[in-house]
């Protein structure tokens, strides 16, 4: 980090800044924990083009989920661009290993989070999922919403990448008929949209912070359904939930639908790793 953008950043959060550590584990981003005599800070950075629209997508949907008063997000202190990079700063979270009360936590206020409803599905923007562009154009009908602003868009992005043949990626009306049976009295709740382990923390004293959103109104077990997919949260979580929208008999059929969607975009992503996946998924279903 240059010391004309640490400079750059004193003027956000009006202190000097006395050391900067680099963080890894972030795929898209370089992340840092900025230090000043009283306080820590959390920064990302990122020099691609779509970065500073990508970022401030992402201050939207942690404020929108703030606002909802349901359940914690970092506050957004600054989001900008300079000298070619962009960057989010945001305030530190201090994380620890959650205990089973706070799963339950967890559990209970995504919950709360997922009582929040629209007269639609989508959003009134479209945003991103991990770097790739998430359309959130509204529907009144979820099986439209799921087919045409989630399904289509990625596969149609897998066969540009000759990830998947045209023969393998069902066509909207047979995806729309299926998915039908499947997809009934749905209505619209507030998502994360990406919710694996890697975007919550659980603080030092024991509140649930929700981090690295992509948000839209849908349905509400898309979240259960990416919780599930890479693990990373406990039976605490998942019966705490429950005690608010309980198991449908279509559940595990959803889950495996609602994964396909975030295992068609790590596909696009990182490459043929996951056809396994996608492949099992479209054959079952479609």
């Known amino acids: 980090m240059t010391s004309n953008l640490k400079k750059y950043l004193s003027n956000f959060i009006t202190e000097t800044i006395t050391k900067v550590s680099s963080i890894s584990g972030g795929d898209i981003s370089k992340a840092y924990n900025i230090e000043t005599i009283s306080n820590t800070y959390f920064l990302k950075l990122n020099t ?64 709360n989070l997922h009582q929040c409803t629209s007269e639609n599905f989508g959003l009134d923007e479209d945003n991103f999922i991990g770097r790739l562009p998430q359309s959130n154009t509204k529907h009144k009908s979820w099986v439209d919403f799921y087919t045409f602003e989630r399904l289509l868009p990625q596969l149609q992005l897998a066969q540009q990448k000759h990830l998947l043949s045209k023969k393998e990626c069902p066509v909207a009306e047979h995806i729309t008929t299926k998915l039908q049976s499947y997809f009934e009295d749905i209505k619209p709740s507030l998502l994360h949209g990406d919710l694996w382990s890697g975007n919550y923390l659980i603080s030092k004293n024991g509140e649930p912070y929700l981090i690295d ?42 889950v495996a639908l609602y994964q396909l969607y975030y295992l068609l975009v790590h596909l696009n992503m990182f490459g043929n790793s996951y056809y396994g996946s996608v492949s099992k998924i479209l054959k079952t279903y479609f």
């Open 48 to 111: 691609t083009a779509d970065a500073l629209k990508m970022f401030q997508l992402e201050a939207k949907g942690l404020r929108l989920i703030e606002k909802t008063k349901t359940i914690k997000t970092p506050k957004v202190l600054a989001c900008d661009i300079f000298e070619g990079a962009a960057f989010l700063l945001l305030e530190f979270i201090e994380s620890k290993v959650p205990s089973d009360k706070d799963f339950e936590n967890l559990g209970h206020q995504l919950a």
């Open 213 to 254: 959103p992509a948000v839209y109104y849908g349905h509400n077990d898309v979240d259960i359904a990416m919780s599930k997919l890479f693990g990373g949260f406990n039976s605490s979580f998942y019966e705490a939930y429950q005690c608010k929208f309980h198991i449908n008999t279509n559940t595990k059929d959803r």
